[in-house]
């Protein structure tokens, strides 16, 4: 069923959190080690069945996470100062887990799209999306900015359980065309910095 987004302390257990600047389209992992650009050629897999959506507060040195039961389940928002936001997982290309959430106009439109085309997709049951983000074109929101993020379903490989299965590329079709190539070499990665041992 579709759904929507409106305008409106990290929650999952990742160590690792993606960020993005989008009038840059800037995107990168921040790890305990520094921040690390990520390869959008290579892409992103996002969980997007699982999105969690609920009220989320950023402020400087604060973070608080209150999830909803479902999308179409609210609960009571905690105060103004509280956003509409969401909480996805997803794994680079290396097979690091890493969490993905924010409470902007921009990308929580993002996810919404993201979901929507994804469940239209037959994999969408049993599977997860690489994700390439292609583009981010700012567009007018009221009186202010807000940006429209373009991006590729290149394919679908299975959920890696608990960061201990080791799934394989599926042999879906490209849903949209890809800018560039991917590279067909893995990368170099150390083994044990990974949660789980699978790439794409």
Known sequence: MPISFGSGS?????????????PQ????????????????LRGIAVDIKNVQFGWLHIDVGVRDWQPWPSPSEKIERPS???????????????????????????????????????????EFATQIPIVQVTSSTP????KGTSYDVGFNISKWINRPENGAEHPEAAEAPVIAPVTAPAETSAPTADVASKKNDFGF
């Open 10 to 22: 990290e929650g999952s257990g990742s160590s690792l959190f993606i960020r993005s600047n989008l």
């Open 25 to 40: 389209n800037r995107w990168w992992v921040k790890t305990e080690a520094g921040d690390e650009t990520i390869d959008m």
């Open 80 to 122: 103004e100062v509280y956003k509409q936001g969401f909480e996805v997982m997803c794994w680079l290309s290396d097979g690091r887990e890493a969490s993905f959430s924010g409470n902007s106009y921009g990308l929580g439109q993002f996810i919404a799209k993201l979901y929507n085309q994804s469940e239209q997709a037959p």
């Open 139 to 142: 567009i007018v929101i009221g």
